[in-house]
């Protein structure tokens, strides 16, 4: 594994950025000390980045693929337009059970409506037009997740992609793990996709923001 997190830059990046609310940070301090699988926390830098796309898209319809504990929900909810709506979708029963204690804790509780299954049913049955898609859940099923979305996304409207790197795996010469050759197989698919343009962010562990032609 190739060690692609600068840990001194990510703190000097965290003291120059806008600090998160008290609610972010009490999921985070939760999520860190708690959580078996905290690293999957997007974190207060990579936070405010999507906190800050949100805003400057302005959506009315956002959907996340992958709820964890919350957090990335509250920061992408803070862009939403007046009477906007963010759908995320979260398999695991308790971690589900925690982000809706902390929807219910928001300004935004209203706006955030949280579906508990598996995403690959989920949603062929919601009916939006998206102005923008998070995808954070299981790596095998980003292309999937990619193609269930883009038909159903705004022209001009933005997927992001979080763990694009995957812990530098795909940076290697012979890609072994399986989520690390899904992640590769997915950047590949968007590199050949002719709707999309792209640009792969080395924040965190990679944040690929594509844009529907």
Not at 133 to 152: G, Q
Request: hydrophobic share 40%; aromatic share 6%.
């Amino acid at each position: 594994m190739i060690e692609i997190i600068n840990h001194q830059a990510e703190k000097y990046a965290a003291l120059f950025s806008s600090p998160t609310d008290e609610l972010l940070q009490e999921i985070e301090q939760f999520t860190m000390q708690n959580h078996p699988h905290s690293i999957m926390l997007s974190g207060p830098v990579q936070g405010k980045l999507l906190e800050l796309i949100s805003r400057l898209i302005n959506p009315k319809k956002i959907l996340e693929i992958g709820t964890f504990t919350g957090y990335s929900a509250l920061c992408l909810a803070k862009g939403l337009a007046p009477g906007g709506e963010l759908h995320t979708i979260e398999i695991n029963k308790e971690d589900a059970a925690i982000s809706r204690g902390y929807f219910s804790k928001s300004l935004q509780s209203e706006q955030i409506i949280l579906h508990e299954g598996n995403a690959l049913d989920i949603i062929p049955a919601l009916t939006d037009t998206w102005d923008m898609v998070f995808i954070d859940a299981d790596k095998v099923n980003y292309i999937n997740y990619y193609e269930l979305t883009l038909s159903r996304l705004q022209k001009g409207g933005c997927i992001l992609a979080d763990n694009v790197l995957f812990h530098g795996e795909v940076l290697e010469g012979n890609i072994t793990g399986k989520n690390a050759k899904a992640i590769h197989a997915f950047n590949e698919h968007i590199r050949r996709d002719e709707r999309t343009q792209q640009v792969i962010m080395t924040v965190r562990d990679g944040l690929m923001l594509i844009q529907k032609k």
